[in-house]
């Protein structure tokens, strides 16, 4: 079976909050767009992320004297970031370009690009969110990262100070002002960060399909298929899973994990790594909380969403085919009951799903040289709900020609 080819016409693979945020771009742009995805829109990572909007998230992973805490994490199964040793030889050429990306000169210019792609991204997720008819998933009541003590918060103070001079907005918090605002927070948390301006989506889930099923009233075409091949001919670009074909224009690539394979396909090799990403979801959590809250020294979110609790965070690097580590997503569960009082988690679910993570913390976006017609989307890591909305908008303008290339430099897939 073949889909028909027209002028103006994009694929767009991948059906993720990235794509489909992509995909409404492109539709306001003018062009005739096709999203195509084996699994429903919306329905992995999209699905179970921990509903964080942060413009202000613009330090990276990879920050100066974190290769100390990381190979010292690497030995410990329960720290926040794990790789198990199976792994080790697998992921080494993917931490040599991470410890590479922690020069500070490096650091400065990542940061750069990233509060570039997220500038005014809560407000155009504000105006996104309205469009499609679910303005109230987004919740204004800003976001606390709580910490035992001043010494943890130091810690991290390379990457707040990294925030606030490229302009995020914090206020810090003692014991008494942090349960003012969060009574549930246990005393084991006695110094807070409140960032204001940072908000949240309460179904991260629903959002998603929000979108995609205004796209579907605007005349968007939703194809269930795993596209394995893609072909460029003097009509644009063919793409088929081996039973169904189709042809257009231009093709962007946002499947996350299945963007490196069919990059591989055509002669790239991008060091694109599914970090492991889990939550535990408990229905009835018998406490309340305002806003996210995040246990900083644990990298543990707690999104209230509307009603039950997302537990969410957690970095496992592994084989994409491998199962669950139900240990390791039991862990979130033991944090929050260690950061809650009265939590009950009695009853609860798992869930696990592939961050595609890129060593710097940038994303690709933009045009494959020598692929006339080929764009790139993919590879937000833990920025993709937040990164979603101007990503989308940047793709359009650059398929319309309205985009400075100095604008897409820091994200080109070249960089590798």
């Known amino acids: ?167 995020q907005r914090s206020e810090k918090l003692d014991a008494t002002a942090i349960r003012a605002l969060e009574p549930a927070v246990s005393s084991r948390y006695k110094v807070g960060l409140f960032l204001p301006e940072d908000t949240w989506v309460a179904q991260p889930y629903q959002y998603a399909l929000a979108i995609a099923d205004a796209l579907r009233r605007e005349g968007v075409s939703f194809v269930n298929a795993r596209v394995r091949a893609l072909v460029r001919d003097d009509k644009g670009w063919r793409y088929t899973d081996g039973d169904w074909s189709g042809q257009s224009e231009h093709v962007v690539l946002s499947a996350g994990m299945g963007s490196r394979q069919l990059l591989q396909t055509l002669g790239w090799n991008v060091p694109l790594e599914g970090q492991r990403g889990y939550h535990v979801q408990v229905p009835r959590p018998g406490v309340q909380l305002s806003r996210i809250v995040v246990l900083a020294d644990r990298k543990v979110f707690l999104n209230p969403m509307d009603g039950p609790l997302r537990i969410a965070g957690t970095v496992e690097f592994g084989s994409i085919g491998r199962p669950m580590n139900q240990r390791r997503a039991l862990l979130l569960k033991e944090h929050a009951l260690q950061g809650l009082n009265g939590l009950d988690a009695d009853e609860f679910s798992l869930w696990m799903g592939l961050r595609p993570c890129l060593p710097d913390s940038l994303p690709v976006l933009g045009p494959v040289p020598d692929a006339p017609g080929l764009w790139c989307a993919f590879g937000h890591g833990h920025l993709g709900l937040t990164g979603s909305a101007n990503t989308g908008r940047l793709l359009a303008r650059a398929i319309s020609g309205r985009a400075d290339p100095n604008e897409l430099a820091p994200f080109s897939i070249t960089r590798f």
């Not at 199964?77 to 370009?97: E, K, T």
């Not at 991204?121 to 109230?136: D, I, M, T």
């Open 1 to 167: 079976m073949s889909c028909g080819f027209q002028k103006n016409s994009i694929a767009v693979i991948g059906a993720g909050i990235v794509g489909l945020c992509t995909a409404h771009s492109l539709k306001r742009a003018g062009y005739s767009v096709t999203v195509i995805d084996p699994e429903p829109p919306g329905s992995q990572c999209s699905s179970g992320n921990a509903g964080a909007l942060s413009a202000g998230s613009v330090a990276p992973l990879a920050m100066p004297g974190i290769l100390k805490q990381t190979f010292s994490m690497l030995l410990d199964s329960s720290s926040p970031l794990h790789v198990p040793f199976y792994y080790w030889l697998h992921a080494l050429p993917w931490f040599i370009r991470f410890a590479a990306a922690a020069r500070p000169d490096k650091v400065q210019q990542i940061a750069q690009a990233l509060s570039f792609l997220l500038s005014d991204a809560v407000c155009h997720h504000r105006e996104l969110a309205a469009e499609v008819g679910c303005p109230r998933i987004i919740k204004e009541t800003g976001q606390l990262h709580v910490y035992p003590d001043e010494q943890a918060l130091r810690q991290d103070a390379g990457s707040w100070a990294l925030k606030s001079a490229l302009g």
